[in-house]
C-alpha cells in the first residue's frame, strides 16, 4: 500500500495566500494545463458542432418516422449544448478562455458537420459523430488519467451521455429501411 504524505495546513495554508489569483489552479495539479485546454476546446467544438447538426436534423427530418426521431435530434441538441456549458465553464476554472469563434468551430471539432440527405442519413451521420466522441473522450480520460480528477469525471458524465445517444441512434436503424 503506498502512504500518503500530507502537506502540512500552515503550509497548505500560506501556499493559497500566495497564489489566490491562480483561483482553482494549485501547485498540486499535476496535468499540462495549456495541453488540457487545448483539448477541451477541441472538446467543446466538437460539441457546438454537433449541437448545430442535430438542430438541423430536427428541423429538416421528414417521413413517416420522423416525429420521434427529430425530436430526438433536438433532446440531444440540447444535451450537446449543456456539454458546451460545462466544457466551457472548465476552461475557465483551468484559468483559460472557451473559444467559440465560428471561424474556426469546424476545424477544431473531431466530428463534422453533415448534413445528410434523408432521415437515415442524419441518423448515421450523427451516430457517427457520436462514435468518435466516445472515443475522443475515452483517450482525453486516460490522458488525464489521475493528473486532473476533476476533468478527468467531467469527461467521464459526458462520455456516459454520447454512449447513450448512440444507443438510441442505432436503436433507430434497426426500425428504418436502409
Known amino acids: 500500500m503506498t502512504q500518503t504524505t500530507l502537506t502540512d495546513t500552515a503550509i497548505l495554508r500560506a501556499l493559497a495566500r500566495k497564489h489566490v489569483e491562480d483561483g482553482a489552479v494549485t501547485a498540486g495539479y499535476a496535468a499540462d494545463r495549456e495541453m488540457v485546454l487545448k483539448l477541451l476546446n477541441e472538446a467543446l467544438a466538437t460539441e457546438l458542432v454537433c449541437v448545430l447538426r442535430y438542430r438541423r436534423h430536427h428541423f429538416m427530418a421528414r417521413g413517416i418516422n420522423s416525429k420521434s426521431i427529430a425530436d430526438e435530434f433536438l433532446v ?52 457517427v459523430a457520436e462514435r468518435i466522441a466516445i472515443d475522443s473522450y475515452r483517450e482525453l480520460i486516460a490522458y488525464l488519467d489521475k493528473a486532473d480528477p476533476t476533468t478527468g469525471k467531467l469527461i467521464k458524465d459526458i462520455l456516459a451521455v454520447e454512449e447513450q445517444h448512440a444507443d438510441e441512434l442505432a436503436d433507430f436503424l434497426v426500425d428504418l429501411p436502409a
Open 76 to 127: 440531444h441538441s440540447n444535451e450537446e449544448q449543456g456539454h458546451a456549458d460545462q466544457l466551457a465553464e472548465r476552461i475557465v476554472q483551468l484559468g483559460g478562455e472557451p473559444d467559440f469563434s465560428p471561424d474556426s468551430l469546424s476545424g477544431r471539432s473531431h466530428a463534422e458537420y453533415v448534413a445528410g440527405s434523408s432521415l437515415v442519413d442524419m441518423i448515421k451521420e450523427n451516430l
